[in-house]
């Protein structure tokens, strides 16, 4: 057989997995062509592409609308502005009609031949209900991509395992769990059976409240070992602002996931109730204690945010933080009086210390 043939065999093969590209959009006409030139450039063309419009007032649309042209693969969907993107990949799954979803955002871009090593690695894991991926930060200059680094949850080393059996291989390597939407690609179906929805109140930390429930239900979880995904950072610094509308999100998200512990927690191994615990947990840490936030929210403004923002009644909530203390990291059960009481007395140098060294581990590359 001849190598033309049997490249075309295996093309054939991989046309067999089909993905779904759900894209939410909100004032991005600089980053949206970019993003669908990625797209197109792709040499693998079993995909359909949803570009959900939160509203845009620029010229998001109109440069869409040039850029997809007539290509049948490309769906157009305009909504009035929520400002919640969990809204429209929501809308997005329900739309969705391949075996995969990708979850993208509007000024990202894929690498050159992701899509066919996607394709691939699906077919070696045996079609897993999640499939983890890698992806790089960073920047363009001149046309040029800059990475800044490189991030994974799982090496396909480890071969295909439950999601529950990831959870527990962070907890024993105390690590953080990747949290965005883009870390894997996901199997639309096993989504839909299992109700895996974000919650569409929430304007922040819907991937981290979403991605450990989605791995928690996994039977199958697979990786793929290429770099597919590009996350482009915005130019200039970092805003270190939170609004009051974060802030009740970052405590909702809390809520739900402290809720879904209590519900849960009989069916968790121990190794997966500490990452339950210690995930749960470092939302409370980074947002409620950080002294860059908590400056800026005295601590009576806080504490009604929390108990304003939880899904249950603070006294329904408090048994169930207190049920995941003991799985905390004696990192975290030190911590957290320590800061408090350095920062009712004004000594925020410590403080900052603390969060400057969680800062630059979280930046540091994952090369397991």
């Not at 291989?169 to 996901?186: M, T």
């Not at 402290?258 to 470092?282: D, G, I, K, L, Y």
Request: charged residues 20%; contains cysteine.
């Amino acid at each position: 057989m001849s190598a033309e043939m049997t490249n075309s065999l295996r093309m054939e093969a991989l046309r067999k997995v089909t993905f779904s590209i759900v894209i939410p959009m909100y004032n991005i006409e600089r980053g949206i062509e970019r993003c669908l030139r990625s797209i197109l450039a792709q040499n693998y063309d079993a995909f359909e592409v949803l570009l959900l419009d939160d509203g845009s007032s620029d010229a998001t649309l109109s440069r869409c609308r040039g850029m997809i042209d007539a290509d049948p693969r490309f769906r157009l969907i305009a909504q009035p502005h929520t400002g919640r993107p969990s809204i429209l990949r929501n809308m997005g799954l329900a739309m969705a009609s391949c075996e995969y979803v990708i979850f993208m955002d509007s000024d990202d871009t894929l690498e050159l031949g992701a899509l066919e090593q996607l394709a691939a690695s699906v077919e070696r894991g045996g079609h897993p209900d999640v499939l983890e991926t890698r992806f790089q930060s960073g920047f363009e200059k001149d046309g040029q991509w800059i990475s800044t680094g490189e991030k994974y949850n799982l090496s396909s080393a480890a071969g295909v395992i439950s999601g529950c059996g990831l959870l527990a291989r962070i907890a024993r390597e105390k690590r953080q769990l990747v949290c965005n939407g883009y870390s894997g690609i996901y199997r639309r179906a096993f989504l839909l059976e299992k109700e895996l929805l974000q919650k569409e109140t929430l304007s922040l930390y819907e991937d981290n409240e979403w991605l450990p429930r989605v791995l928690f239900a996994a039977e199958k979880v697979a990786a793929c070992d290429s770099i597919y995904y590009h996350y482009v950072r915005s130019g200039g610094t970092m805003t270190t602002a939170l609004s009051p509308d974060s802030l009740r999100s970052v405590a909702e998200a809390t809520g739900w996931m402290t809720c879904f512990f209590v519900a849960n927690q009989s069916r968790m191994p121990s190794e997966v109730r500490r990452f339950w615990a210690n995930h749960t947990f470092n939302a409370l840490f980074w947002y409620f204690f950080n002294p860059r936030y908590s400056r800026q929210f005295p601590s009576a403004q806080w504490r009604a945010i929390w108990n304003e923002s939880s899904p249950v009644a603070s006294a329904e909530l408090r048994p169930g933080m207190i049920a995941m203390l003991p799985y905390l990291s004696w990192a975290k059960r030190l911590a957290w009086p320590l800061i408090r009481l350095i920062s009712s007395c004004g000594l925020l140098f410590p403080a900052r210390g603390y969060f400057a060294l969680l800062s630059g581990i979280q930046a540091g590359f994952r090369k397991r």
